[in-house]
């Protein structure tokens, strides 16, 4: 037996005088859209501006030594260094004489898969940590909690130079990123550990027990979806964490200084003493990129506050141009003054 679509001209729709009976709407394509959580984010203007900021310096990452072709590790000789920017080099030159442009453009890839390489390692550590010891209790919150209080006790930064000073026998970032992602889940395993024990007690947790599920599926299926916006506010906190931490410790010698990036040009800027010699351009461009990305990840966090914290949130309501103001009546009936 075969179906034909219905049309509004089909004869069997039709009434007395070709009147349709019931009315025929056609079909829409569903429209394509962005999902719900990134239109939640894109409508609070705090958040809004830290992902149009992140979203640039990924692009120039991805895209910038594409664009912008030559190697920033290899100087001209052969001009005079630390020249002022010109039209040739739009920022400038080192004392060694390479192009601090390239070096700004190449340095972004390098300082963004560190920072995001440790974040996530941290929030994979602390998820793993944080919800097992909130869901299953027992010794198993006795001893990750024991650990956890540990991390949080020892001074993170001392710790981080003096690890990696044993650690790294050659000029690399990897030790750094290794180290940053062991000393930097403790906080956000404290926080996932609380909601997680709050969520445990919840009527839709337990009918999940009931049924016989495994803690793992209860964990990665059921409490796991409701501390999405815990878990993104804490990869955002760690890589800002990651940022500033190896600055510093760059800084200090510490990493690869033969490999241009954002956290060398600074090195080498303090090297040559570029701020008694006003080269503000040795550590201007590095410095402002870094905290461009600092100020980004800090608003996208503060956005994603506003929207998970109901406490914080403040609804948008449209008045009318034209719209009337009210005018307050007394309680007696009688119009108050204006």
């Known amino acids: 037996m075969e179906m034909y679509p219905m049309t509004e001209t089909d004869p069997a729709l039709a009434g007395a005088g070709g009147t349709p009976l019931v009315p025929v709407t056609a079909r829409r394509r569903p429209a394509l859209s962005a999902p719900g959580w990134l239109r939640l984010i894109l409508s609070d203007r705090k958040a809004a ?55 700004l453009v190449d340095g972004t890839r390098v300082a963004l898969v560190i920072c995001f390489s440790v974040g996530v390692i941290a929030t994979t550590i602390a998820v793993v940590v944080g919800m097992s010891a909130g869901y299953f209790g027992g010794w198993v919150d006795e001893v990750l909690m024991l650990i956890t209080n540990i991390v949080l006790v020892i001074p993170s930064f001392p710790l981080i130079i003096v690890v990696t000073s044993f650690i790294q026998a050659k000029n690399d970032y990897v030790p750094i990123v290794i180290i940053l992602g062991l000393t930097g889940w403790a906080f956000g395993a404290r926080v996932l550990r609380s909601q997680t024990m709050s969520l445990r007690q919840k009527d839709f947790i337990q009918a999940s027990v009931v049924r016989g599920e495994s803690g793992m599926r209860i964990v990665l299926r059921d409490i796991l979806p409701n501390m ?80 998970s914290n109901p406490r914080l949130r403040t609804e948008k309501i449209k008045i009318p141009r034209d719209a009337v103001p009210p005018v307050a009546v007394a309680s007696s009936g009688k119009v108050a003054a204006r």
């Not at 692009?59 to 000789?77: C, H, K, M, T």
């Not at 500033?244 to 200084?257: D, H, M, Q, R």
């Open 228 to 307: 999405i916006s815990l878990v993104v506010s804490g990869f955002i906190g760690t890589v800002l964490f990651a940022l500033g931490t190896t600055a510093a410790l760059v800084f200090l010698g510490y990493g690869n200084l033969s490999q241009v990036s954002w956290f060398s040009m600074l090195y080498w800027a303090q090297n040559a003493s570029a701020l008694q010699v006003d080269a503000w351009w040795l550590f201007l461009p590095p410095g402002l990129a870094i905290a461009l990305v600092g100020t980004a990840c800090a608003l996208v966090n503060f956005g994603i506050d506003e929207i």
């Open 49 to 103: 501006v830290g992902v149009a900021i992140l979203t640039f310096f990924v692009l120039v990452a991805i895209f910038g030594p594409l664009i912008w072709q030559g190697d920033p590790n290899v100087g001209n000789f052969t001009v005079k260094p630390q020249q002022a920017p010109s039209a040739a080099h739009w920022l400038g030159t080192d004392q060694q004489g390479r192009d601090m442009f390239l070096g």
